[in-house]
């Protein structure tokens, strides 16, 4: 097992598996490599890169919007969102880190699909890169949570 497997999770193949992805665009050099990572975790899973559809967005605030469109679309059986929000000077963290993680919570719930929550909430840059594991450890937790919805 891979260090950026959860624990817990379960291992399978997830061949044949879509998955949505939204990136944010901020901090954009933390979000490409939690999507690398992400891409590298469906590869190990058997998923093929025509079957993820990766979707860019400004930032955590708008990870939401995209995640609800992909999930009415019903192409996907599971979505990951993958952002960074670093801590500055003002409030602003507090307000993209709740709005983020509320969004993503709602748009899971509210269309029943599995989102693997990638939204690094940090305090610093350095404590963000040392979790760029963090997008293959989103991807498997939707894959997860995916398989246990479908065994239901």
């Known amino acids: 097992m891979q260090d950026n497997v959860i624990k817990g999770a379960e291992e399978f193949s997830a061949a044949g598996v879509k998955v949505g992805i939204v990136v ?3 901090n954009k050099d933390i979000t490409e490599a939690l999507l690398e990572d992400a891409r590298q975790e469906a590869d190990r899973r058997g998923i093929s890169p025509e079957d993820i559809t990766v979707k860019s967005v400004a930032g955590s605030v708008e990870i939401p919007v995209v995640l609800q469109a992909m999930a009415k679309s019903n192409k996907f059986d599971c979505l990951v969102a993958l952002g960074a929000v670093i801590r500055g000077e003002t409030v ?24 693997g929550f990638g939204v690094l909430m940090c305090e610093t840059k350095d404590q963000a890169l040392k979790r760029i594991h963090s997008g293959g450890e989103a991807l498997s937790a939707a894959l997860s949570a995916y398989r246990a919805c479908k065994e239901l």
């Open 24 to 26: 944010a665009q901020f």
């Open 92 to 115: 602003h963290f507090e307000y993209v880190s709740k709005l983020a993680a509320e969004g993503i919570s709602r748009v899971s719930l509210d269309n029943n699909i599995p989102i």
